[in-house]
């Protein structure tokens, strides 16, 4: 008897203990208990990745000593290598079937090493220039490997937990509060508890113990996660071995994947910009270092508010219209920054904050409608390749670093940016530039990308599922 046999007879044994949401194959109700398991996820893996988001360039040029130049070279060499590594994970993951979860198991394995690299990554080694920056190539892009190993399987288990778009975009949404609540605790906790540390150590210590701490709690939450995760759909990509060649076809023939890459991609790499600039603008132009702390927090707190109204909206106006609003307001309040003074702290707020509650709408919205093209690439091909096409999803989340890593330190480079001194009027255009007009770029292009050509919506992936059931002998026409 093949394993996938098996598989199935255990699936259908199991299925008599869960509870159903329609009469449609693989349509689960996905228990609170679990709802809540796999949204910490994102909440443990944003203790960690948003303190890399948020701060790590502002690290590397005023507390570790690298010239912009050379962070921007940095940045763009990884991003390469994620073009890289990034298919080749998922190909790995969709040959592979362990027995801890197709999916969830690299929760259990990745958890330690990835935490131990970040506060390795927030570590400066008492060595040369040259054995600083080497120690910053290693680290870095360590972290992201590590980041691939955990959040691809991850995001590609909401796939095998139900087939119901209503379930998927409830789980989606939920995980996108807890997502965006880790991001309050870092955008609060970073300036805030490594402030505190430096009362006892140096500020590159104190950024490293505040990384040890988030590093801590995101171990314990991913192993606990692992727990509560089940797999419910039977998945057989790893009978007939996934090679490069089915990653590079989904580049190419998978259209809604491909529009979802640059949806990822504007959407993280407007996030990333906002995430990036928001010290050098409250420290250099608003000269309010003191308010770093919680201008960073209006990053990331209006978001919380904006995800729970995505399953109302996208009852309202649809997934296409939900992700369109939130790119609006992204838009809106980047542009806002640009008009205003130094001393409009309360605005700058205010921007910020608009700027947010729009990312909420686009998080809550873009996670629930991530696994249409995952169906749309089964009803094509005959294969189920959930990693694979998630890792057109991973690249533009990886690629969004370019964005908001290198053009902002390449920005810093070319009006002259010094760290820790006074700067230039041309220096401070350049910081206010990036601040506001890049991210404003970059939701309008999103905009228009997403509206012309996106055209998988709620009527025609619902024929895809039927179709799809139909083949495979689930139910009958």
């Not at 590594?85 to 998922?90: A, C, R, T």
């Not at 369109?324 to 309360?346: H, Q, Y």
């Not at 230039?424 to 404003?440: C, E, K, V, W, Y």
Request: charged share 15%; hydrophobic share 50%; proline share 4%.
């Amino acid at each position: 008897m093949s394993e996938v046999v098996i598989q199935k007879q255990q699936a259908s044994a199991m299925s008599q203990q869960w509870e159903k949401s329609g009469p449609e194959p693989g349509f689960y109700k996905l228990p609170k208990k679990e709802v809540i398991g796999y949204s910490l996820v994102d909440f443990a893996m944003n203790l960690v990745f948003q303190c890399i988001m948020m701060y790590i360039t502002f690290y590397y040029t005023d507390v570790y000593g690298l010239a912009a130049a050379d962070v921007a070279m940095m940045f763009l060499i990884s991003r390469v290598w994620d073009a890289v590594n990034d298919p080749m994970m998922g190909t790995i993951v969709e040959r592979l079937n362990p027995k801890r979860g197709k999916y969830r198991t690299y929760l259990l394995y990745g958890s330690v090493p990835f935490g131990v690299i970040a506060v390795l990554t927030y570590t400066v080694p008492d060595v040369s220039y040259l054995g600083k920056l080497i120690w910053a190539y290693v680290t870095y892009n360590l972290l992201n490997m590590m980041y691939t190993f955990i959040i691809q399987p991850y995001i590609s288990a909401a796939s095998v937990m139900t087939a119901d778009p209503d379930e998927r975009t409830r789980l989606q949404s939920t995980r996108m509060m807890f997502a965006q609540s880790g991001g309050v605790v870092v955008a609060l906790a970073i300036p805030l508890v490594s402030g505190f540390f430096t009362k006892f150590m140096t500020l590159a210590q104190g950024y490293m113990a505040t990384t040890m701490l988030m590093a801590a709690i995101m171990i314990a939450l991913l192993i606990y996660s692992y727990s509560t995760i089940v797999e419910r759909i039977p998945v057989t990509s790893h009978e007939k071995k996934a090679t490069i060649k089915d990653v590079f076809y989904q580049m190419t023939h998978n259209k809604p994947g491909v529009i979802m890459f640059l949806l990822f991609l504007g959407v993280y790499g407007f996030n990333t910009v906002q995430s990036s600039t928001g010290v050098y603008y409250m420290t250099y132009f608003a000269q309010r270092s003191d308010m770093v702390a919680w201008f960073s927090m209006m990053n990331v707190l209006p978001s919380v508010l904006g995800v729970p109204l995505v399953p109302l909206l996208a009852r309202k106006i649809k997934k296409k219209g939900t992700v369109i609003l939130g790119l609006s307001f992204g838009a809106l309040g980047s542009i806002i920054l640009w008009f205003l003074s130094p001393a409009s702290i309360t605005l700058m707020m205010i921007s910020r904050g608009i700027g947010s509650f729009g990312y909420g709408i686009l998080m809550g919205i873009l996670w629930s409608i991530i696994t249409d093209p995952v169906e749309y690439a089964d009803f094509n091909t005959g294969r189920r390749l959930t990693a694979i096409v998630m890792t057109l999803i991973g690249l533009g989340i990886k690629f969004s670093m370019t964005i908001g890593g290198v053009l902002p330190t390449m920005i810093l480079d070319y009006v002259k940016y010094v760290p820790n001194q006074a700067q230039t009027d041309f220096a401070l255009a350049g910081i206010r530039f990036m601040s506001s007009i890049l991210p404003f770029v970059v939701m309008v292009a999103t905009i228009i990308i997403f509206a012309i050509f996106y055209d998988l919506d709620e009527k025609r992936l619902a024929q895809i599922q039927h179709d799809i059931a139909v083949r495979d002998g689930l139910i009958t026409e």
